[in-house]
T-cell receptor, first 115, second 116 residues
Framework: DADVTQTPRNRITKTGKRIMLECSQT?????MYWYRQDPGLGLRLIYY???????NKGEISDGYSVSRQAQAKFSLSLESAIPNQTALYFC??????????????FGSGTRLTVV | GQNIDQPTEMTATEGAIVQINCTYQ??????LFWYQQHAGEAPTFLSY????GLEEKGRFSSFLSRSKGYSYLLLKELQMKDSASYLC?????????????????FGKGTKLSVIP
């Protein structure tokens, strides 16, 4: 099984619909992140969480919300999807502090299309 | 803030050597990472540099100069499967969450095409 699992892998939804992307991890990492990736723009941070009680906005949080249900689970919601939220979404995890020499571990991604 | 620059695209021939450069500006540098990402897939870890110098790992090597804010990824004996995007990422102290946050910021990636 994958260390970081994202569901669904692909999703097509209509404008105005609410949608949730889920992420779960078996790494035992405290820190979890949501990124979106668009061609030519790279990975951009949406939200991040350093533990269950900690939620922080990233550079592009407008239109998104998150929930850290447990150490292992971090979900991303689009309250009212719009077409420019069409992108590839990645969940990632990391160790606290500088102990890790591997940076982040990424999930396989969710390709979201808003029509 | 941070600024990470790398070329958008590169093309190289199978069997050759290619060097992908990355320059960065950051106030609290704590390490530089290179990731490989095939189209539509997750980024995967390639290398990590925190001290100046060259780290070699098989066909891939990564170099860091902290004083120049510069790194490169060197790929030798290129294979067709090396066609992918290569992401440079810098870890530093977060301005928003205090000391010890150590987040990664990613460059936009370099798309490498290996041709026969």
């Amino acid at each position: 099984d994958a260390d970081v699992t994202q569901t669904p892998r692909n999703r097509i939804t209509k404008t105005g619909k609410r949608i949730m992307l889920e992420c779960s991890q078996t790494k035992g990492h405290d820190r979890m992140y949501w990124y979106r990736q668009d061609p030519g723009l790279g990975l951009r941070l949406i939200y991040y969480s350093f533990d269950v009680k900690d939620i922080n906005k990233g550079e592009i949080s407008d239109g998104y919300s998150v929930s850290r249900q447990a150490q292992a689970k971090f979900s991303l919601s689009l309250e009212s999807a719009i077409p420019n939220q069409t992108a590839l979404y990645f969940c990632a995890t990391s160790d606290a502090g500088t102990a890790s020499n591997y940076g982040y571990t990424f999930g396989s991604g969710t390709r979201l299309t808003v029509v | 803030g941070q600024n990470i620059d790398q070329p958008t695209e590169m093309t190289a021939t199978e069997g050759a050597i290619v060097q992908i450069n990355c320059t960065y500006q950051t106030s609290g540098f704590n390490g530089l990472f290179w990731y490989q990402q095939h189209a539509g897939e997750a980024p995967t870890f390639l290398s990590y540099n925190v001290l100046d110098g060259l780290e070699e790992k098989g066909r891939f090597s990564s170099f860091l100069s902290r004083s120049k804010g510069y790194s490169y990824l060197l790929l030798k004996e290129l294979q067709m499967k090396d066609s992918a995007s290569y992401l440079c990422a810098v870890r530093d102290l977060s301005r928003n969450s205090g000391a010890g946050s150590y987040q990664l910021t990613f460059g936009k990636g370099t798309k490498l095409s290996v041709i026969p």
